[in-house]
């Protein structure tokens, strides 16, 4: 993931072309997007509907229904932490809330900083390892406070 | 035979057609069924289960609207399980739904308070779930959005999308926090929102309400049905009056509009109430106006006129008749100048728009007007736009195009500015203004050498092909191109993709008509359609857009210096003696003068002396303002009736209150031909007088007496001596109108013209060569100036102007100029410019775009003192229309 990285809507255009004339082009699309920049930018969206001829609320309905597509840009790290029902039964709510008081933001915003993004988890089906974490899309298992704990930091001094 | 479905609601045998519902089969026999989402104009959705029924075969409750009965099905509307499940649904609904009815802005407007009531749910919550609780978006000038009190029917989105083609609604987020708003719910800023407020009007809650001016509550409103008196559509809405205020308008599900209007059609009618209304009639004393008695006016108007005849003769008179007023109020005027003034001086704003359009299609085929309905629309598989900006100036019609290109109709758009529509046509070829004809015979050149023409339609019904064939083959693409300043493959493909149509249907407008040359642009059309077969077929023909809301009637009754009412040439002896005989008066034979070349432009010889208008205000439409300022100067005594103080008016030596059209009963022709009714809604403002009762009464003290008690006698008068209205009444067009020809009072009138034969018999092929402006840019001007309407505004803002949040949309006059010229004059954006011809001067604010040409710019003409300023009066020699479309131009910074 590429955080802050410019706009380039000549350069995005070539890659809504390679998709143009698939059945359902939009959320490939959507996802080449959020690849990119780590959310849906606007000028973004707005190329789209130029280029697909769907309009741009349509566009926008679209990527704000989804939890995996963001609208507003997301942190340069993006801790997700599986809310799911079995890693839920072994304590990920309290990593949840731990890590929601220690980077002061709910789940779905990011740090003041621009450096973390709690984006919501559900189920990644590593349930006998749980509970799991993602950091920008890799698991770690296994997980207690401690651990995330020194995760962050480490993350932090980079 | 159709297959019908027998089946049985509520223990009563029905019938239903194929893929008919067991809503509409309801509907269709009123049997009440609830629905918030349904709505008969597009696909349903089953969102909002209220609709639902008991089926014999299936143990569980399924939603009519989506519901296709199958043979002996029995169905329950009415079961106590259906009533529970729909009390549920409103339970549920009503949970999370504020409670705020006493002070909500829909109380007595909303599908939930209705239903509420008639299955007793109680307003205390059964169900403990969180309220809706969302921002309101006040973006939008005319309405605001207040998720809080959707109910998520999605009837808004689908509308905006589906219906009006633009888009500009979606569900955000999901779940309970779904919300409908505007793209990236950032308000109007990114929205592509046009302000139709059709959302509004399908809304069944109070979600989306329209910015109201005045405090009212339903129950304190009436309704009176009528006819928008904005453009050539013609669409039909209610007038929601509290007293004698107008508080709103709601659009009617019905032929032409199918419930949709535009923002001028729904929110511009503040007009109608305006304190600045004229409220009584005004004598010029030394330069200043004095309210006066109708009495002290019309002697004054009396005494003009007889010292007026008596020194200078009848060719001193002359009467702007208006494409705003009925027809028949255009009638009476113009019987009012042939017999109290003798003259056949009489023409209006027509002149300036479609003359061309009624000569041209006239010598082609026999009549000048719209070949299809608008009806038809949907159903073209090419849709061929030249020389109109549907979506702005037509927009409901602009709806529909979109609506056939949903369905797979290919679009084509030539025009010199890549408007909204080029941006969504499958071809678009831009081209420099005034090459229309290099551009159709292009196209035709390429029909012919391709063989795509239709040699049966030819040979069959028309004459001419070979001298016209000959033209043709001069124009190879290549050749046009360069004229155009398009691409060889753009007019070769937009030939192929026009030919390949079975039912394609050519829309044209003032880009087309306004040319010192525009007679061959229409003909040249008419070439097209007729080569291609395109023509007197359903969803297949030639549709000149009119611009007003009573243009084509205006014409059709008469308001013209050639034709009585009925197009019946006035220099015909059998003509006159029919009118001689009908109005029992001696009548004059010669052709009267028209609107630019004496009337408005009479500086020159100063032959008229003497001008009567009503409801027009050249002083702002017509070309070249200043040479129009000296003529009404010159004239010896002018009387202006309209509904304001226009510009015109300020020129006046009498000035008469007219009412508006809210204020009384009448009919409007639109674009299509269709005759229909206007209905009197509130009691004329002020002192003010309809038009039709001005004028009747000064026939009648002039010593002409007219007694019509009510408009409807006056169209019995018409259609006694106008062939194609001759089957019209008021009792035939009380519902939906009459399309013109109807020629008898069972003729169920025309919808599509030129079947099987061309009015006037065989379909005449004219052999034209491109000619071009007269007024190229030089040295000294070496900018192109085109003009054209914008949305928010009517043509000069006597209307428009007078709505507040209109003008903040569009307050000044401003030009559209691309970046490379714009940078060759060091201009910004929004920077004040002077923009100069060889007429005059005007100023405009730059707004700078990428839709326009180089070295070309646009300016709308609804200013005053704008871009008349600097247009060119050069005329086209068969019909007077002047060259409005192309003059050249010079930008001058202001330092």
């Given at each position: ?158 | ?300 108007i009396v005494?003009k006129i007889s010292q007026a005849k008596k020194t200078y003769g009848s060719s001193a008179f002359a009467g702007l008749t208006s494409a705003k007023c009925t027809n028949e109020e255009n009638y009476l005027f113009q019987k009012f100048m042939r017999i109290i003034f003798g003259t056949n001086n009489i023409d209006h704003c027509a002149r300036l728009c479609h003359a061309s359009t009624v000569t041209g299609l006239a010598t082609?085929?026999g009549s000048g007007a ?143 008509t306004q040319h010192s040359n525009g007679t061959?642009?229409v ?21 000149p857009?009119r611009g007003q809301?009573n243009v084509q009637g205006a014409c059709d009754v008469g308001g013209l210096p050639d034709v009585y009412p009925g197009y019946q040439k006035v220099h015909l002896p059998e003509v006159k003696a029919k009118f001689e005989k009908a109005w029992g008066v001696k009548l004059s034979d010669e052709i009267g003068h028209s609107l630019l070349s004496h009337i408005t432009h009479g500086a020159k010889d100063h032959s008229i002396k003497f001008l009567y208008i009503m409801g027009e205000n050249p002083i702002v439409s017509d070309p070249d303002i200043?040479n129009v300022k000296e003529a009404l100067n010159n004239m010896n005594f002018i009387v202006v009736q309209d ?5 015109t008016a300020?020129y006046a030596d009498v000035?008469l209150?007219a ?10 022709t ?21 038009d039709w009762?001005i004028i009747q009464?000064l026939m009648?003290l002039l010593g002409y007496?007219q ?7 006056i169209?019995?008068e018409i259609?006694s001596l106008s062939p194609i209205y ?14 013109w ?54 043509h ?72 008349n300023?600097?247009?060119?009066v050069v005329l086209d020699e068969t019909c007077d229309i002047p060259e409005l ?11």
């Amino acid at each position: 993931m590429n955080h802050l990285k410019e706009i380039d809507l000549k350069q995005f255009g070539i890659i809504i072309d390679r998709f143009k004339d698939i059945k359902g082009p939009l959320i490939p699309i959507l996802h080449e997007a959020e690849n990119l920049y780590g959310y849906i930018p606007i000028e973004i969206q707005n190329l789209i509907s130029q280029k697909l001829k769907i309009s741009n609320a349509e566009i926008n309905g679209v990527a704000s229904f989804y939890t995996m597509f963001h609208t507003e840009p997301t942190g340069k790290y993006q801790i997700g932490i599986c809310t799911g029902t079995t890693c839920h039964l072994n304590g990920s709510s309290k990593l949840l809330k731990h890590l929601e008081q220690s980077l002061d933001i709910k789940e779905g915003e990011t740090t003041s900083d621009g450096q973390f993004t709690i984006i919501p988890v559900k189920c990644i089906g590593n349930c006998d390892v749980g509970p799991n974490i993602t950091v920008d899309g890799r698991v770690h298992n296994n997980m207690n406070i401690k651990k995330l704990d020194k995760i962050i930091e480490d993350l932090s001094k980079r | 035979m159709e297959k019908l479905i027998k089946f049985k609601i509520d223990g009563v045998e029905y019938n239903a057609k194929e893929n008919e519902t067991v809503l509409d089969v309801c509907k269709k026999n009123d049997i009440f069924i609830p629905t918030f989402c349904h709505d008969d104009r597009f696909a349903s959705e089953a969102a909002c289960r209220m609709c639902l029924v008991e089926t014999s075969n299936s143990n569980k409750l399924m939603t009519s609207c989506t519901l296709i009965p199958t043979e002996g099905v029995e169905i329950q509307t009415n079961s106590d399980i259906v009533l529970e499940a729909r009390q549920e649904v409103l339970k549920l609904t009503w949970a999370s739904h504020p409670n705020d009815c006493v002070v909500c802005e829909a109380d007595g407007n909303c599908k939930l308070q209705d239903y509420m009531y008639y299955y007793d749910i109680p307003s205390e919550k059964e169900y403990n779930i969180e309220v809706r609780d969302f921002e309101i978006d006040d973006s939008n000038k005319f309405f605001y959005i207040d998720p809080s009190k959707c109910i998520l029917c999605g009837k808004c989105i689908n509308v905006c999308d589906q219906l009006v083609g633009v888009g500009a609604l979606s569900f955000n987020e999901r779940g309970k926090d779904t919300y409908v708003s505007f793209a990236f719910n950032k308000g109007m800023d990114f929205s592509t929102c046009v302000s139709c407020g059709n959302c509004v009007s399908v809304c069944p809650t109070g979600a989306l309400v329209e910015k109201s001016h005045t405090k009212f509550r339903t129950k304190e409103t009436r309704k009176v049905r009528t006819t928008c008196p904005y453009c050539g559509v013609g669409c039909q809405f209610n007038l929601v009056l509290k007293g004698d205020t107008v508080v709103r308008v709601d659009p009617i599900n019905t032929t032409p509009n199918e419930g949709l209007l535009c923002i001028k059609g729904k929110f511009a009618y503040r007009y109608i109430n305006h304190p600045n209304r004229l409220k009584s009639p005004l004598i010029k004393k030394n330069g200043v106006f004095y309210e006066a008695t109708w009495e002290e006016a019309y002697t004054l108007i009396v005494n003009k006129i007889s010292q007026a005849k008596k020194t200078y003769g009848s060719s001193a008179f002359a009467g702007l008749t208006s494409a705003k007023c009925t027809n028949e109020e255009n009638y009476l005027f113009q019987k009012f100048m042939r017999i109290i003034f003798g003259t056949n001086n009489i023409d209006h704003c027509a002149r300036l728009c479609h003359a061309s359009t009624v000569t041209g299609l006239a010598t082609t085929l026999g009549s000048g007007a719209m070949t299809n309905s608008i009806s038809e629309v949907k159903n073209h598989d090419v849709i061929f736009v030249i020389g109109s900006n549907t979506t702005e100036t037509h927009p409901v019609i602009g709806s529909f195009m979109r609506q056939a290109k949903k369905s797979g109709a290919k679009i084509i758009v030539a025009e010199p500015r890549k408007i909204d529509l080029a941006k969504e046509a499958d071809l678009f070829v831009q081209i420099k203004p005034g090459t229309n004809v290099a551009l159709l015979n292009g196209m035709m050149n390429v029909i012919y050498n391709e063989n795509l023409y239709d040699k049966e339609f030819i040979r069959k019904r028309t004459e001419n092909f070979d001298d016209f064939i000959k033209v043709v083959k001069q124009y190879p693409p290549e050749r046009c191109a360069k004229i155009c300043g398009c691409s060889v493959d753009g007019i070769i493909e937009a030939a192929r993709i026009y030919a390949a149509g079975e039912k394609a249907g050519i829309y044209y407008a003032m880009g087309i008509t306004q040319h010192s040359n525009g007679t061959n642009h229409v003909k040249s059309i008419a070439n097209l359609a007729m080569l291609t077969g395109n023509i007197g077929k359903e969803s297949s023909g030639i549709n000149p857009l009119r611009g007003q809301n009573n243009v084509q009637g205006a014409c059709d009754v008469g308001g013209l210096p050639d034709v009585y009412p009925g197009y019946q040439k006035v220099h015909l002896p059998e003509v006159k003696a029919k009118f001689e005989k009908a109005w029992g008066v001696k009548l004059s034979d010669e052709i009267g003068h028209s609107l630019l070349s004496h009337i408005t432009h009479g500086a020159k010889d100063h032959s008229i002396k003497f001008l009567y208008i009503m409801g027009e205000n050249p002083i702002v439409s017509d070309p070249d303002i200043t040479n129009v300022k000296e003529a009404l100067n010159n004239m010896n005594f002018i009387v202006v009736q309209d509904i304001f103080l226009t510009e015109t008016a300020q020129y006046a030596d009498v000035v008469l209150p007219a009412s508006s059209y809210a204020e009384k009963d009448g009919t409007f022709t639109n674009t299509e031909r269709r005759v229909q009714r206007i209905r009197k809604a509130l009691d004329p403002i002020g002192d003010s007088k309809p038009d039709w009762v001005i004028i009747q009464e000064l026939m009648t003290l002039l010593g002409y007496p007219q007694h019509f008690n009510h408009p409807s006698e006056i169209m019995d008068e018409i259609a006694s001596l106008s062939p194609i209205y001759a089957g019209i009444n008021y009792d035939r067009i009380d519902k939906i109108g009459l399309q013109w020809p109807v020629h008898n009072k069972n003729h169920p009138g025309t919808k599509y013209l030129h079947k099987d034969k061309f009015s006037r018999g065989l379909g005449l092929f004219t052999p034209i060569e491109y000619l071009g402006a007269k007024e190229l840019p030089d040295d000294e001007y070496p900018l192109t100036l085109t003009t054209g309407r914008v949305l928010y505004h009517f043509h000069t803002r006597t209307m428009t102007g007078k709505c507040t949040r209109i003008n903040e949309l569009v307050p000044n006059n401003f030009i559209e100029i691309n970046q490379i010229t714009a940078k060759k004059y060091k201009l910004d954006d929004m920077e004040e410019v002077i923009i100069k011809s060889r007429r005059g001067e005007t100023t405009a604010e730059v707004h700078i775009t990428d839709i326009i040409g180089d070295n070309i710019i646009f300016m709308p003409f609804h200013f005053a003192d704008g871009a008349n300023m600097l247009t060119n009066v050069v005329l086209d020699e068969t019909c007077d229309i002047p060259e409005l479309k192309v003059a050249a131009c010079e930008i001058v910074k202001k330092s």
